[in-house]
């Protein structure tokens, strides 16, 4: 099975490959559906195709907006780059943009975005026919149809999100953001309109006043989905004909991919459900949801507030560590005598350590480490990694 990352940038892509991913998909600076993450530039995107081919891993490279006719020139280009720097696909949604790609590209291989809606399986054959190696599928189907399109394709690759945000249209199919702000989703600007909190205005009270929506007292975030949560089910989505477990979150912190793709990786090794749930609240997310896995749902919306706060608070990355000491870069305030607890793909993961003898990047020593993102260096006889995350309980 592969656990398959996001990356929003060369720094996360790196980071994904360290907690355990055995792939990311990212996108460069066109034709991706995040222009809104900092993204690849070519030479950056060829660096971390290096950088994962050296280690075993693979790069999808997403170029899924719904194209115009403008577009199709630096396309052309584009695609032949994917091919030519080694990118493992090309994650698409445009018909368009497919048959360009047989054609300057041929040797490039093809995966199906989830903004194409697969939802059936004479589609997923229809793009299997045309070429594609792999589909993703739809969020919006359950186990039992993905077990039904992988058993009439059985050759073809299926892809599935389990974990992350869902957009609250159909597949990603949405026009609020283009709409309220002239931003266009299906072009990689959404600006998340869904997650806004509405009002309505009265258009037979005095003066046009404004009032505010109510849902069953509940609140008024009537178009915020909840995040969906499939890490009980991964046996269900093997079964299912499920190849590719794909995490959501390009523009995710460095701490929340650590945290979702460390919890994951541990159990497709093997770690029991038990130890991991709580690791998946760990870091802010909305209310979780199976969505349509077991079929019809009508609580997926999050109706209680835009996002939760993490059970943990992110404090710092270890820059190096001997044993003796460690340095880190601090990214959120702590102090001397508290005990910060350890994220790490290694045998370190949930040990504590004790703050003691910190000292500021000058050699100074201090009580509080509160300037943002400084070095400050303090006791600790762990074998931490560069890569690892210290983090201390929420208050």
């Not at 291989?109 to 045309?130: G, V, Y």
């Not at 793709?261 to 749930?277: F, H, K, Q, V």
């Amino acid at each position: 099975m592969e656990l398959l990352a996001p990356a929003g940038n060369l720094k996360k892509l790196k980071l994904a490959f360290y907690y355990g991913a055995d792939a990311v998909y990212c996108g460069g600076k066109s034709f991706s559906l995040r222009t809104f993450a900092d993204n690849f530039t070519d030479e950056e995107l060829r660096e971390g195709i290096e950088y994962a081919h050296a280690r075993g891993k693979k790069v999808y490279v997403a170029a899924n907006i719904f194209a115009r006719n403008g577009d199709f020139s630096h396309l052309k280009e584009y695609l032949r780059y994917l091919e030519q720097v080694g990118a493992d696909a090309v994650l698409l949604s445009d018909p368009g943009a497919i048959l360009l790609a047989k054609e300057c590209a041929p040797k490039l291989p093809i995966h199906i975005s989830t903004q194409a809606n697969t939802t059936n399986a004479f589609s997923a054959r229809f793009w299997k026919e045309i070429g594609a190696e792999r589909v993703v599928l739809a969020r919006e189907l359950s186990l039992a149809e993905i077990a039904e399109i992988h058993a009439q394709n059985p050759s073809l690759q299926l892809e599935a999100f389990v974990h992350g945000a869902m957009c609250i249209s159909y597949s990603g199919r949405c026009l609020l953001s283009d709409y309220l702000d002239g931003r266009s989703s299906n072009r990689g600007a959404c600006v998340q309109a869904c997650r806004w909190n509405y009002r309505i205005q009265s258009d037979n009270g005095k003066n046009g006043e404004w009032v505010e929506i109510s849902e069953d007292e509940k609140g008024t975030y009537l178009l915020n989905s909840k995040d969906l949560n499939m890490s009980a089910y991964l046996n269900e989505l093997k079964e299912a004909g499920v190849c590719s477990f794909k995490i959501e979150g390009r523009m995710k912190s460095e701490y929340y991919l650590a945290t979702v793709i460390n919890a994951y990786r541990r159990l497709l090794d093997g770690a029991p459900y038990g130890e991991m749930e709580g690791e998946l609240s760990a870091c802010a997310h909305r209310a979780y949801t199976t969505a349509y896995a077991f079929g019809e749902n009508s609580e997926t919306v999050n109706y209680d507030d835009s996002q939760t706060k993490g059970s943990y608070d992110y404090i710092a990355n270890v820059l190096s560590s001997d044993g003796f000491k460690v340095s880190v870069e601090m990214r959120n305030r702590f102090f001397e005598g508290e005990v910060l607890e350890v994220l790490s793909p290694s045998n370190c993961f949930k040990k504590t350590i004790t703050v003691s003898n910190l000292r500021d990047e000058s050699g100074e020593s201090c009580t509080d480490a509160k300037r943002v993102q400084a070095t400050y260096v303090f006791d600790c006889d762990l074998p931490l990694t560069v890569g690892d995350i210290l983090r201390r309980k929420s208050k």
